[in-house]
C-alpha cells in the first residue's frame, strides 16, 4: 500500500491554542454591534420569507420546529431546497457557502455527481434494501480493510450513536470489565450511556433528563488531555469490576474544541496496555476527513476498536459501522451459528445495498482524488485568513485548525467548564447566546457554519470559494464591538 497521506499539513502548538483560548474567556464577550446585529437580524425577516413560514407551520409539528442539533436555529432554522458542491440554496433561493457540510460527511462536496450516479444504479437495480447480504457490504469492508489494518473485521451500523453503543457492548462482553470511561466535553452521540459530560467536561448528568442513574452509573469522564486523571480513575474501577473501555475523539473532544496534544493518543494506548483496558478510536468525524487511514494513520495508534460514522457512506443515510480486533468484533456476529458469548447488536436497515454502495464509492473516490488532504488544504487557507483578519482588526478570537476541521472560537462558549463553576453558571448563557448571533451574523453574509463556530471544508472548496468566504467574514468582523468603523 503507498503512503497514506493526511489532511493536516501542521499539527497546531495546542500549549499556545489554550492559552489563547484561555485568554478569550477570560474577557468580556466582543459581539457584533448591536444596530450592527439589528441589520443582520432583518435578513432573516426580509429575504427568508419562505423558511420563515415552513419553520412556522414546523414548530406545530416539529418539536422546535427543527430535527437537527446543528442546524443553524438563530433567529429560526432556514429550510435548504439545494446542494451541490461548495454552495446551498435556501427555500427563497439565496446561496450559502456550505462550512457545516452535514456535519462532517460530505467531504467530497455536496451532491457528488460519481456517486449519485452509483447509487442510482444500484436502485435501480435492486431498490434500497431487502434484508439479504449484498455484494457492496463485502467491498466496503474490504475497502475499509485496506485503509485501516487495524480493522481486522468490519460491521455496518445505522449511525454513530449505534456504533458507539455496539462497540461498548462488544467491548464488556469481551473484557466482562463494567467502567467505560470518555473524556469530558467529548460527543459520542446520544445513547444512555453516552449523554454524561456532554459538551462541557465535569458536567455528569447535566444533560441526562429521561435517562435513568443506573445508565450512566458505569460511566466516567475525566478532564480534556489529563492523564493522571485517566490513570487514577483506571486504578479505582480496577478495585470495583474493571474498566472494559476507553473511548475517545481522537483529536479532542468535540472535532478537536479542546485539542489533544500530539501524543495524547499514543499515551492512551499505552494506560489501556498497562491495565488491559481496550481502546475505542470513535473516527465518526475523523474517520477518512484526517485521511484514509483515519486519525488512527495519522496519529500512528492502533485502537482495538473503532467507530465509524458520517463519512463511512459518504453522506447518505444509515452511516454507522464499527471495526477491530477479529477477536472483540466477533462478539457482534449475527444470524444463525454465532460464536459463543453474543452482544447483540442488530437494526433492519443497517448494511443495506444503498449505504454500502454510497459508502463504498465514496471513499474510492475519496481516495483517487485525494479529497481528504485537498479539503485539508481548503482549512489551512481559511485559518490563515480568519488568523489575519483576527489580527488585523485586533479581535480576542482564537482560529486553529486540524486539516479540514476549523476552528472560530469568538465567544470561548465551549472553553467553559466545571472547574470553575461560578464562572460557568455566569458566563454560559450570554456567551452561548454570542456565539448564536455570530452564526446568524455569518449566515446574513452567506455562510454556513457549524453552531457559529466550526467549520468543515471539503474538497469542493476551492481557493476563490475560501478567498470569498473570507471577504464575508470580515464583513462580520468590522462590525464587531470595539472595532473601529
Ligand atoms: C465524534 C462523534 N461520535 C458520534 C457521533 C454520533 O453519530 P450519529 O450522529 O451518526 O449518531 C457524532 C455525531 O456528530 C460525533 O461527532
Same mark, same amino acid.
Given at each position: 500500500?503507498?503512503?497514506?497521506?493526511?489532511?493536516?499539513?501542521?499539527?497546531?502548538?495546542?500549549?499556545?491554542?489554550?492559552?489563547?483560548?484561555?485568554?478569550l @474567556?477570560?474577557? /468580556?464577550?466582543?459581539?457584533?454591534r448591536r444596530?450592527?446585529?439589528?441589520?443582520y437580524?432583518?435578513?432573516?425577516?426580509? +429575504?427568508?420569507?419562505?423558511?420563515?413560514?415552513?419553520?412556522?407551520?414546523?414548530?406545530e409539528?416539529?418539536?422546535?420546529?427543527?430535527?437537527?442539533?446543528?442546524?443553524?436555529?438563530?433567529?429560526?432554522?432556514?429550510?435548504?431546497?439545494?446542494? !451541490?458542491?461548495?454552495y446551498?440554496?435556501d427555500?427563497?433561493?439565496?446561496?450559502?457557502?456550505?462550512?457545516? +457540510?452535514?456535519g462532517?460527511p460530505?467531504?467530497l462536496?455536496?451532491?457528488?455527481?460519481?456517486?449519485?450516479?452509483?447509487?442510482?444504479?444500484?436502485?435501480?437495480e435492486?431498490?434500497?434494501?431487502?434484508?439479504l447480504?449484498?455484494?457492496?457490504?463485502?467491498?466496503?469492508a +474490504?475497502?475499509?480493510?485496506r485503509?485501516?489494518?487495524?480493522?481486522?473485521?468490519f460491521?455496518?451500523?445505522?449511525?454513530?450513536?449505534?456504533?458507539?453503543?455496539?462497540?461498548?457492548?462488544?467491548?464488556?462482553?469481551?473484557?466482562h470489565k463494567?467502567?467505560?470511561?470518555?473524556?469530558?466535553?467529548?460527543y459520542?452521540?446520544?445513547?444512555?450511556?453516552m @449523554?454524561?459530560?456532554?459538551?462541557? /467536561?465535569?458536567?455528569?448528568?447535566m444533560?441526562?433528563? !429521561?435517562?435513568?442513574?443506573?445508565a450512566?452509573?458505569?460511566?466516567?469522564?475525566f478532564?480534556p488531555?489529563?492523564?493522571?486523571?485517566?490513570?487514577?480513575?483506571?486504578?479505582?474501577?480496577r *478495585?470495583?469490576?474493571g474498566?472494559?473501555?476507553?473511548?475517545?475523539?481522537?483529536? !479532542?473532544?468535540e472535532?478537536?474544541?479542546?485539542?489533544?496534544?500530539?501524543?495524547?493518543n +499514543?499515551?492512551?494506548?499505552?494506560?489501556?496496555?498497562?491495565?488491559g483496558?481496550?481502546?475505542?478510536?470513535?473516527?465518526?468525524?475523523?474517520?477518512?476527513?484526517?485521511?484514509?487511514?483515519?486519525?488512527?494513520?495519522?496519529?500512528?495508534?492502533?485502537?482495538?476498536?473503532t467507530?465509524?460514522?458520517?463519512?463511512?457512506?459518504?453522506?447518505?443515510?444509515?452511516?454507522?459501522?464499527?471495526?477491530?480486533?477479529?477477536?472483540?468484533?466477533m462478539?457482534?456476529?449475527?444470524?444463525?451459528?454465532?460464536?459463543?458469548?453474543?452482544?447483540?447488536?442488530?437494526?433492519?436497515?443497517?448494511?443495506?445495498?444503498?449505504?454500502?454502495?454510497?459508502?463504498?464509492?465514496?471513499?474510492?473516490?475519496?481516495?483517487?482524488?485525494?479529497?481528504?488532504?485537498?479539503?485539508?488544504?481548503? !482549512?489551512?487557507?481559511?485559518?490563515?485568513? *480568519?488568523?489575519?483578519?483576527?489580527?488585523?482588526?485586533?479581535?480576542?478570537?482564537?482560529?486553529?485548525?486540524?486539516?479540514?476541521?476549523?476552528?472560530?472560537?469568538?465567544?470561548?462558549?465551549?472553553?467553559?467548564?466545571?472547574?470553575?463553576?461560578?464562572?460557568?453558571l455566569?458566563?454560559?448563557?450570554?456567551r452561548?447566546?454570542?456565539?448564536?448571533?455570530?452564526?446568524?451574523?455569518?449566515?446574513?453574509?452567506?455562510? @454556513?457554519? *457549524?453552531?457559529?463556530s466550526?467549520?468543515?471544508?471539503?474538497?469542493?472548496?476551492?481557493?476563490?470559494?475560501?478567498d470569498?468566504?473570507?471577504?464575508?467574514?470580515?464583513?462580520?468582523?468590522?462590525?464587531?464591538e470595539? @472595532?473601529?468603523?
Amino acid at each position: 500500500m503507498p503512503e497514506q497521506e493526511y489532511a493536516i499539513s501542521q499539527y497546531p502548538d495546542v500549549e499556545e491554542v489554550y492559552a489563547r483560548l484561555n485568554a478569550l @474567556v477570560s474577557q /468580556p464577550i466582543r459581539p457584533v454591534r448591536r444596530a450592527k446585529m439589528q441589520d443582520y437580524l432583518a435578513y432573516f425577516e426580509t +429575504q427568508c420569507l419562505r423558511s420563515r413560514e415552513l419553520n412556522a407551520q414546523a414548530k406545530e409539528l416539529i418539536p422546535g420546529g427543527v430535527q437537527h442539533n446543528l442546524a443553524f436555529n438563530y433567529p429560526f432554522p432556514l429550510a435548504m431546497e439545494k446542494a !451541490g458542491g461548495a454552495y446551498l440554496w435556501d427555500a427563497d433561493g439565496n446561496r450559502y457557502i456550505d462550512f457545516l +457540510q452535514a456535519g462532517g460527511p460530505t467531504i467530497l462536496g455536496s451532491n457528488y455527481a460519481p456517486v449519485r450516479e452509483k447509487v442510482l444504479e444500484l436502485l435501480q437495480e435492486c431498490g434500497p434494501v431487502t434484508g439479504l447480504f449484498h455484494e457492496y457490504e463485502l467491498k466496503l469492508a +474490504q475497502l475499509i480493510h485496506r485503509f485501516m489494518p487495524s480493522i481486522e473485521m468490519f460491521r455496518m451500523l445505522g449511525s454513530g450513536t449505534e456504533s458507539v453503543m455496539a462497540a461498548i457492548r462488544a467491548a464488556r462482553a469481551f473484557t466482562h470489565k463494567r467502567y467505560v470511561i470518555k473524556v469530558g466535553g467529548a460527543y459520542h452521540g446520544w445513547s444512555d450511556q453516552m @449523554v454524561y459530560g456532554l459538551h462541557i /467536561p465535569g458536567t455528569g448528568r447535566m444533560e441526562s433528563a !429521561g435517562i435513568p442513574r443506573g445508565a450512566t452509573g458505569l460511566t466516567n469522564e475525566f478532564y480534556p488531555n489529563a492523564l493522571s486523571a485517566l490513570r487514577r480513575q483506571l486504578w479505582l474501577n480496577r *478495585l470495583r469490576g474493571g474498566t472494559a473501555a476507553v473511548i475517545v475523539e481522537p483529536v !479532542g473532544p468535540e472535532s478537536g474544541t479542546r485539542p489533544v496534544p500530539h501524543d495524547f493518543n +499514543q499515551s492512551v494506548r499505552e494506560l489501556c496496555d498497562e491495565f488491559g483496558v481496550l481502546l475505542i478510536f470513535d473516527e465518526v468525524v475523523t474517520g477518512f476527513r484526517m485521511g484514509m487511514g483515519g486519525a488512527q494513520g495519522y496519529f500512528g495508534v492502533k485502537p482495538d476498536l473503532t467507530v465509524f460514522g458520517k463519512c463511512i457512506t459518504g453522506g447518505f443515510p444509515m452511516a454507522g459501522g464499527i471495526g477491530g480486533r477479529r477477536e472483540v468484533v466477533m462478539t457482534l456476529a449475527a444470524g444463525i451459528g454465532g460464536t459463543g458469548e453474543r452482544a447483540y447488536v442488530g437494526g433492519t436497515l443497517s448494511a443495506n445495498p444503498l449505504s454500502c454502495a454510497a459508502g463504498y464509492h465514496a471513499l474510492l473516490e475519496m481516495e483517487r482524488t485525494n479529497a481528504p488532504v485537498i479539503a485539508g488544504q481548503a !482549512g489551512d487557507r481559511l485559518t490563515r485568513g *480568519l488568523q489575519s483578519l483576527v489580527d488585523c482588526y485586533h479581535l480576542p478570537y482564537v482560529v486553529y485548525n486540524q486539516g479540514s476541521i476549523v476552528h472560530l472560537e469568538t465567544s470561548g462558549t465551549m472553553l467553559l467548564d466545571f472547574k470553575n463553576p461560578v464562572r460557568l453558571l455566569k458566563q454560559l448563557k450570554p456567551r452561548k447566546h454570542m456565539m448564536e448571533e455570530m452564526g446568524a451574523a455569518y449566515m446574513a453574509s452567506g455562510l @454556513v457554519t *457549524l453552531a457559529g463556530s466550526r467549520m468543515y471544508t471539503s474538497m469542493a472548496d476551492t481557493d476563490e470559494v475560501i478567498d470569498d468566504s473570507l471577504n464575508r467574514f470580515e464583513g462580520v468582523f468590522r462590525n464587531v464591538e470595539g @472595532v473601529k468603523a
